[in-house]
């Protein structure tokens, strides 16, 4: 009986180890990080947002700011095109990224968050423009950093904008957000309330002591994790991380923490996601997320 209990047991136990989630990252804010090819080669990353479009909406001509990689004034960024392909062709998904912590952006009404909307469809979706930023490439979606001060709903108006004008598309334009870690966020709670508009969330657990690994404890980290897990609709979360200690201003998690005592805690959930990481440059130093991707 003992021999027959080992033999029925014994196949099930590696599946409560087994990975289930994915590693976001951002690309594109320091020329030294490496090619985007580069990064889609090491095997670890299954989501890409391309930082940042920081300039868009109030009639304003949106501007791409990929830092030192390429030259959008000059369609020096079209290159990338053969990249993004490559990437997709390895089943990364590639977003690009609204905002970021300096830029001048705003959605002034529904009919800017509409026309911003077409702009994204026809020059980085699956639309048409003769003056693609980054060439024939179609990516795969739409990210919100959203760091500058916003005005309530008016973010929501633009994903649902989104939705509209991809409505009839062979392939869904997945759309995801970054909001802070104090719930809900202040300038995309709204949006991300609403159901049915956003696919994933990545929660920036850093730069936020209230809700952040204070260096020797886990207890706000996961209380926070929690709350966002209850109270966010039916989307995939991630855990939003420095890659290094130099990425953010504080709330960087070691490894090894990561690992032991925060993802056996969170993998449970039907919502989760994996974990995201600031930035391809900082991980290129840490390795960090080579160190964690068995248990993610």
């Known amino acids: ?117 077409r702009y994204l469809w026809n020059n980085f979706l699956g639309g048409r423009s003769s003056s693609r930023p980054l060439g024939s490439a179609v990516l795969d979606g739409i990210d919100f950093d959203i760091e500058n001060g916003a005005i309530p709903d008016r973010y929501a108006l633009l994903a649902q904008a989104i939705r509209d004008v991809s409505r009839g598309s062979s392939r869904r334009v997945l759309i995801s957000a970054a909001p802070q870690c104090p719930f809900p966020d202040a300038n995309l709670g709204s949006a991300i309330a609403k159901q049915g508009l956003f696919d994933y969330v990545y929660v920036q657990f850093y730069n936020n002591p209230p809700c952040q690994y204070d260096g020797s404890n886990t207890t706000r980290l996961l209380d926070s994790w929690k709350e966002w897990n209850s109270k966010t609709p039916n989307v995939k979360i991630f855990m939003g991380l420095p890659a290094a200690p130099a990425a953010a201003g504080s709330g960087f998690v070691p490894s090894q923490v990561l690992r032991s005592q925060v993802l056996p805690r969170i993998r449970s959930s039907p919502k989760y996601g994996g974990v995201m990481f600031w930035s391809v440059f900082f991980d290129r130093q840490t390795s960090y997320s080579q160190s964690i991707k068995a248990s993610v």
């Open 1 to 117: 009986m003992f021999l027959v209990i080992l033999a029925v047991l014994a196949p099930v136990a590696p599946k409560a180890s087994a990975a289930k989630g994915s590693i976001a990252i951002y690309w594109g804010q320091n020329g030294n990080e490496g090619s985007l090819a580069n990064a889609c080669s090491n095997g670890t990353y299954k989501i890409i947002m391309l930082s940042f479009l920081n300039v868009f909406g109030g009639g304003q001509i949106p501007q791409l700011n990929l830092a030192g990689h390429c030259d959008p004034s000059s369609n020096g960024c079209v290159t990338l095109s053969s990249q993004i392909a490559s990437c997709q062709s390895k089943g990364i998904q590639i977003l690009l990224s609204l905002g970021g912590a300096v830029g001048n952006y705003t959605i002034s009404s529904a009919s800017d968050a509409r026309s911003v909307a």
